[in-house]
Each structure stands twice: as C-alpha cells, then as structure tokens.
C-alpha cells in the first residue's frame, strides 16, 4: 500500500474516536447530568497534564526554556483574546443570551490544532517505515480516547446538542488528516516547525482547563459532589502522566 493511503487511513481512524460520545446518545438525560462534571473534571486535569507533560516537555527538547514558555504565553494570551470575542459577539453584538459558552468553541480550535499536530507525527512516522507509523498512530489513538470523551462533556455543558457536539468533534479531529497530508509531503522541513506550535497549543490547553473547566468545578456547593470531581479532575493529571511515562520506557 502507498504510504500516504496509510497515512490517510490512519488519520481518519483517529478522526473516529471523536464519535467515543455517541454512547452518550443512549443514556438518560439524568445519569448524564450526573457523570458530566466528572468528565468536565477528568478533562480539566487531563488539558493540564498534557499540556505539562505532553506538549511542553515535548518543546523543551527543542527549544530554550525562555522561548517555550514565551510560545506558551502566546497560546494562552491568544486563547484569552479569543474567548473575549467570541464572547462579545454572541453576547453583545447581537444581544442575545449565551446559551452557547466560548470555551466550546476554544475546546474545539485548541483540539483542532493538537489534532494536526498529531497528524504531522503520524504522517512523520509513516515515513521512516510502515510499522512504526503503525504504532506511533495506535498510541495517539490510545491518548485521543479519554480526552475525547472529556471534550464531548465540554461541548455538551457549553451548550452543544449532543449531536453537534459529535459532528464538530468530529471535524475538529479531521485536522489529523490534514496534518498527514503535510507531513507527508513536507517530511523534511516540518519537523522544525513543530516545536514551536507545540507550546502555543500547551498555552491554549492551560488556557481553557484553568479559565473555563476549573471555575465550573468550584460552583458545586456539596462537598461530596466536589471531592468526586476533584477525584476525576487528579485522574485525568495521573492518566497523562503514566501515558507519557510508559511511551517513554
């Protein structure tokens, strides 16, 4: 098989795992009231630990400290200004209610580039040989699972139908492809490019988990309710961490 037929075919595998919600499509609307801040918690941390331990360890190896974080200040400074619109302009300019919060749409441009930049790797490592693209795709599949449940909790509590949280997520993972594509063809020149859109897209995730994901986790008034979600909210920290721990060993 042509190696770009395999890049495509693994990237648009990868896009499926953004439809991990339809079982939501099968719950009752109460029982997924009740697990939706738990995903929204596990999310929070998961954002947070991959951004940490994932996207920026990743540039460290490439760049200085100093312009790493000054990329990842950018990330967070652009998500903010952002969110600032897309917040004036559903709520001012047309004076309507928000019924549809920003941060849905942040969880889908901060997913979208990630997704890219996923697809550039995969794209990267079909090239040094079939096998190992093989397997460098099922371990992005593997980390894609659990938070693209989280982003499906995300869209849905920001006012999202499930369905449209389904079909965006969707198409939010589709960059994947894109992202094969041109690793692809630009195999030799975009390996540099890469890690300095990995700390921007670590600043958007810190971004969206600490300003829009975290404050909705303090609203909870029973303590019980938010030890749960705190509970989810070190799962998800843990879960990328042993994630990047075993890729690593």
């Not at 997924?32 to 951004?51: E, H």
């Not at 979600?229 to 042993?242: A, D, P």
Request: hydrophobic share 55%; charged share 10%.
């Amino acid at each position: 098989m042509n190696i770009l037929l395999w890049i495509i075919l693994a990237t648009l595998v990868n896009g499926l795992v953004a439809f991990i919600g339809v079982f939501s499509l099968w719950l009752k609307e109460k029982l997924f009231k009740k697990i939706l801040m738990i995903l929204v918690a596990f999310s929070a941390g998961a954002l947070l630990s991959g951004a940490f331990f994932h996207l920026l360890a990743e540039s460290l190896e490439h760049l200085s400290v100093t312009k790493a974080f000054a990329y990842m200040l950018m990330g967070f400074i652009l998500f903010f200004l952002i969110e600032r619109f897309l917040h004036w302009h559903h709520c001012h300019l047309h004076g309507q209610k928000c019924d549809v919060h920003p941060v849905s749409y942040l969880i889908l441009f901060g997913d979208g580039v990630h997704n890219f930049i996923d697809g550039i790797i995969i794209g990267v490592s079909f090239i040094i040989s079939v096998p190992f693209g093989i397997v460098t795709a099922l371990l992005i599949i593997g980390h894609e699972i659990p938070q693209e449940l989280g982003d499906f909790a995300v869209l849905v509590y920001g006012g999202f139908s499930k369905t449209k949280a389904l079909v965006y997520n969707f198409l939010s993972q589709l960059t994947a492809v894109i992202g094969g594509i041109i690793g692809y063809l630009f195999s030799t020149r975009i390996q540099g490019v890469i890690p300095f859109i990995l700390p921007f897209a670590a600043g958007g995730f810190i971004y969206i988990a600490a300003s829009d994901l975290i404050p909705e986790l303090h609203k909870e008034p029973k303590l019980n309710k938010s030890l749960v979600s705190f509970s989810f909210f070190l799962i998800g920290i843990v879960f990328m961490f042993l994630l990047k721990f075993l890729f690593e060993h």
